[in-house]
Each structure stands twice: as C-alpha cells, then as structure tokens.
C-alpha cells in the first residue's frame, strides 16, 4: 500500500477476504464488518462478493482468467482461499455501487473505571447482532482505559441514526469513571468518510501486520456478552 492510497485495490485485502464496514448491506469485498481501529489503520477498497473478474499470473507463468465461468476454482480461492499463494494479479473487474449518503455514530471513552469499561463493552457486544441486522457496520477497539467505536449505515437519516445510538450513549455516560464524548454525522458519500477517517500514510515503514477474522453470528449473539467483554478486555489491545 502506498501513500494516499495510490495502488492496492487489488492486493492482499481483496485476497484476504475483503472484510468492510459496508459487508452488512453489500457484502464482502465493498468499498471500505468489524474490525480493529484505535492506533491502527485499515486500508478498504473492493472485493469479495462484489469481483467479477480477476486475470492473474499464476505461479507457473500463466496468465489466465478467473471468474464464474473460467477456472472456478482458482476464482474461489483468489477471493480469501490464500491470497497471494496463487500468483500476481494483474487486473480486476468489480461490480460498483451507487452512490449515496450515509450516516455514522462515533463514541470515544477515557476510563479510570475497569468495571464501568467492561459494562459499556458488553452493552455494546449485547446491541451489535440488531446494529448489523439494521445494516451497521463498523469498528471498535482499544483497552480497559480508552477505546473507541465508529459505525457507518448507508440510506440512513441524522434522526434515525441518533434514535439508534441515544440509548447506548445515555448509557456510557452514566457510568462512573468514564469520560465520553459522542457524535453522529452525515456524510454526502463515501469518500467524504473514508478519506479523513483513514490514515494511509500510516502504514509506510511501519513494523506491523493488520489481519481480520470473521466471527459466526452466535460468537457476539450471546446470552453472556459480559463473559465475552471480559475476555477482550484481557488482550493488550482488543479490536472488533
């Protein structure tokens, strides 16, 4: 990944799986479901569900065509069955979307409460499963002390995200030790997001590797988001 973003959209994200904040309304591989934020930066672009096409040169020297039809194998697994493994893409043909609106819900906590943390943590676990049904996504991530989320829904309202997210941010501030601060904002389109949500010059020489997982539904929709809060909380920087 270069600086501003200038090349990648079809390197190892794509290859990876293609995991986005727009995966719950357009599927893998969408512009830009969960993942780490805080002091790390994620370069989205577009893949998975949404390639139609990849040419490619394989390791025995090959250059060949990928999709539904043509070697449907290799086109499984260029699309998150082993990324870079398979050859060197070449190009890429990606089915777009229209463009519209959309509207995001950001809430950043400092904590001098570990309790009052895990209670925030675990009312946030117990609403993601509804957050994504209503087309949701976003990410989350930090430690018992601070930590963030953001989230972005296209075709949604200023008043409907804030009808949303007014329950979860009534909650965060009444909790004791936590400092909070909360927006909603409405972006005119993507772009207008992603470009001053991402730091792209972040990841030029840097000693680090960003990797995603994802989780079945019946991981976060528990009947024990506490336990599950407890255990993020254990790692030295959670992400989701």
């Known amino acids: ?86 050859g060197v893409f070449t190009s890429v043909t990606y089915k777009t979307h229209p463009s519209t609106t959309f509207s995001s819900a950001i809430l950043l906590v400092n ?50 995200t804030n009808a949303t997210f007014r329950p979860l941010f009534e909650f965060a501030h009444s909790q004791p030790g936590l400092s909070v601060e909360n927006y909603t904002i409405v972006h005119q389109d993507f772009w207008s997001w992603y470009e001053p949500s991402v730091n792209y010059d972040a990841q030029v020489g840097r000693p680090s590797e960003i990797s995603s997982w994802l989780l079945p539904k019946d991981v976060v929709q528990t009947d024990k988001p506490g336990d599950l809060a407890v255990e993020l909380l254990k790692l030295p920087g959670f992400g989701y």
């Open 111 to 160: 904590s001098t409460n570990a309790n009052s943390t895990k209670n925030l943590l675990t009312e946030i676990i117990h609403l993601t499963p509804s957050l994504i049904e209503q087309g949701y996504g976003g990410y989350g991530g930090g430690f018992t002390e601070q930590f963030q989320l953001t989230v972005l829904s296209p075709n949604v309202t200023a008043e409907q």
């Open 1 to 86: 990944m270069s600086a501003r973003g200038s090349v990648g959209a079809a390197g190892g994200w794509l290859a990876g799986g293609g995991h986005s904040i727009l995966s719950p309304n357009y599927g893998l591989g969408t512009p830009n479901s969960l993942e780490i934020i805080g002091p790390f930066s994620h370069c989205n672009f577009t893949g998975v569900d949404n390639v139609l096409e990849i040419t490619i040169v394989t390791a025995d020297g090959d250059h060949v065509i990928a999709n539904p039809y043509n070697n449907q194998d290799l086109f499984w697994a260029l699309r998150g069955g082993g990324g870079g493994t398979w």
